[in-house]
């Protein structure tokens, strides 16, 4: 059990605990000490072996505990019992994700919108890492709070881009928008902006309570637009906070399976959006997926690797999910 599997572990048990209001502290200690394992990889056996689990960060005694059995076990009594506790079905359907393999994120923001660190720390952050790519999607303009990015400033940051490329070639960057699907369905940027990104990720922000059939029609055309490569958090969805969009799913996954529009698996547990049932649905339908971190931050890139277990809950093989392909094959860069 290395630091990676242990924190997908830390991070189911969070992501259960926060369906139960009463539980948010706990969630939250659970998720936080997953986050922390994914970045520091910690060697667990050696501290289990000296008794000095509980030095690191976020791990109080309870979290200890659990780490102490999976070391010894490979398992935990505590998921357990909380996935029957929730109801969560037993799969003897999991898939096998390993971490090593996956390629590059391609959902993550920096300062041009509402990121807290440059391009440069993202990308520096996304090399260590061990990344071969990273998308850079900032936000539309319609999200104003966050100063969304309009022609003239994507062309700006393209120069920034290119400079950014320079001092990380090891990284790919790729230039994209995490646009906005407005109301009606269309998107918050013109189409002959977006047929100059590298990527693009249209995401349902606001509105989300539309009644189910307006929302179906929203979904359907954004999923049925030529230029998007990805439906980002595509229920818009916080666990334990807020409810996502409701809508007629399988018509939109359908649909998207049929454009090639991959859906995503957000792996900010605030979101951890789709779910792994939903996207269990999903690739039942025919569909891709990208498996993406949303990081706002450097640190915020390990949010994939303890996250992974919703794809592996899901059943999700590899082939099926676009971030373990490389760069030359990622249908996005063709579309
Ligand atoms: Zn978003
Ligand atoms: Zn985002």
Redesign the pocket.
Same mark, same amino acid.
């Given at each position: 059990m290395d630091a990676i599997e242990a924190a997908q572990v830390l991070s189911e048990i969070g992501y259960l605990l926060r369906q139960d209001p009463k539980e948010k502290f706990r969630a939250q200690a659970f998720s936080t000490a997953a986050w922390s394992l994914a970045v520091e990889r910690p060697d667990l056996a050696t501290l289990h072996s000296r008794n000095e689990l509980t030095s690191m960060e976020g791990v109080g005694a309870g979290i200890a505990k659990v780490l102490a059995e999976l070391l010894e076990t490979g398992k935990s009594r505590y998921l357990d019992r909380l996935r029957e506790e929730m109801k969560q079905p037993a799969r003897d359907d999991e898939s096998m994700l390993d971490f090593a393999d996956y390629k590059g994120d391609i @959902?993550s @923001?920096t300062k041009w919108s509402d990121g807290k660190a440059t391009m440069l720390e993202m990308a520096r952050g996304a090399e260590a890492m061990g990344y071969r790519y990273l998308g850079v999607?900032d936000h539309s303009p319609r999200i104003k709070v966050v100063n969304g990015l309009n022609a003239d400033r994507l062309l700006a940051q393209s120069r920034e881009m290119a400079e950014v490329q320079a001092q990380v070639p090891g990284v790919s960057l790729l230039q994209g928008i995490?646009v906005d699907i407005l109301e009606d369905g269309s998107l918050d940027l013109p189409d002959m902006v977006l047929e100059l990104l590298d990527v693009v990720i249209a995401?349902p922000h606001v509105k989300l309570r539309q009644e189910p059939a307006a929302m179906t029609e929203r979904m359907l055309r954004a999923v049925s637009h030529p230029h998007v490569d990805v439906i980002?958090h595509p229920t818009g969805r916080r666990p334990g906070s807020r409810e996502g969009a409701t809508y007629d799913y399988e018509a939109v996954f359908k649909e998207a399976a049929r454009n090639k529009v991959a859906l995503e698996l957000d792996c900010d547990p605030a979101r951890m959006d789709l779910s792994p049932e939903m996207a269990r649905l999903a690739l039942e339908l025919g569909c891709n997926f990208a498996l993406d971190a949303?990081a706002h931050a450097p640190a915020e890139f390990a949010y994939v690797p303890m996250g992974m277990w919703m794809a592996r809950r899901a059943g999700i093989p590899k082939e099926k999910i676009m971030n373990f392909r490389p760069l030359e094959a990622l249908t996005m860069v063709a579309k």
């Open positions: @959902h @923001h999607t995490e995401s980002g949303d």
